[in-house]
């Protein structure tokens, strides 16, 4: 069961400026839990894309960047690229559930 | 570098328990962190099951502790998860991954196992 909210779709031309935001209610990112963020190619494993907010793991490009507010977070990306279209999760902690939980995901199209 | 393979049957009928294993190589479970199932039913999106400690320590999904069961097999450097009672609403993917509680998340994923329920 997904209990933060993602646009379900967002899209944008090469080049181009993408956010995607993620949205919980305090128990999780408002809690002071930190929020990750991976990205799934069809077919294929997620991987991590953003963890801590905004720490890129070894290999991430710098055009992908995170960030948290209240009870609130997004992925930007930045010079979007043909081979950024994917789906996009973000992931925190429930406290109250003591559980992990996920976005709902974003699909990025690239026009 | 660490690598997790997940194995599973591929089909399994309705009511019957699902087995599956996550063999893991270049680090031995015994010696620290936390390993994970996730699930990702078709189409949809990504759902957690269950995590457990290399000392052995366990935690569940509420949705989901009354049916599964996760374990640690150290001698073989794998770990497994139990399904009990299934339905065609288990049916996904199946991962299993290094889960990272310094800041809660999954940092190192297998590629997956599709689990199908059906008579």
């Known amino acids: 069961q997904s209990v933060l909210t993602q646009p379900p779709s967002v899209s944008g031309a090469p080049g181009q400026r993408v956010t995607i935001s993620c949205t919980g209610i305090s128990s999780k990112i408002g809690a002071g839990y930190d929020v990750h963020w991976y990205q799934q190619f069809p077919g294929t494993a997620p991987k991590v894309l953003i963890y801590?907010?905004?720490n890129r793991p070894s290999g991430v490009p710098d055009r992908f960047s995170g960030s948290k507010s209240g009870t609130s977070a997004s992925l930007a990306i930045s010079g979007l690229q043909a081979e950024d279209e994917a789906d996009y999760y973000c992931?925190?902690?429930?406290?109250?559930?003591?559980?992990?939980?996920f976005g709902t995901g974003t699909k990025v199209t690239v026009l | 570098q660490v690598q997790l393979q997940e194995s599973g049957p591929g089909l399994v009928k309705p009511s019957e328990t699902l087995s599956l294993t996550c063999n893991v190589s270049?680090?031995?479970?015994?010696?620290?962190?936390?390993w994970a199932w996730m699930r990702q039913p078709p189409g949809k999106g990504l759902e957690w099951i269950a995590t457990i400690y290399h000392y052995g320590s366990t935690y569940y999904n509420p949705s989901l502790q009354s049916r599964v069961t996760i374990s640690l097999d150290t001698p073989n450097n794998q770990f497994s998860l139990r399904v009990t009672s299934v339905t065609a609403a288990d049916t996904a993917v199946y991962y299993c991954a290094r889960d990272r509680r310094d800041y809660y998340y999954m940092d190192v994923w297998g590629k997956g196992t599709m689990v199908s329920v059906s008579s």
């Open positions: 992931q925190s902690y429930d406290r109250t559930l003591s559980a992990y939980v």
């Open positions: 801590g907010n905004n």
């Open positions: 270049g680090y031995s479970i015994s010696s620290g962190y936390y």
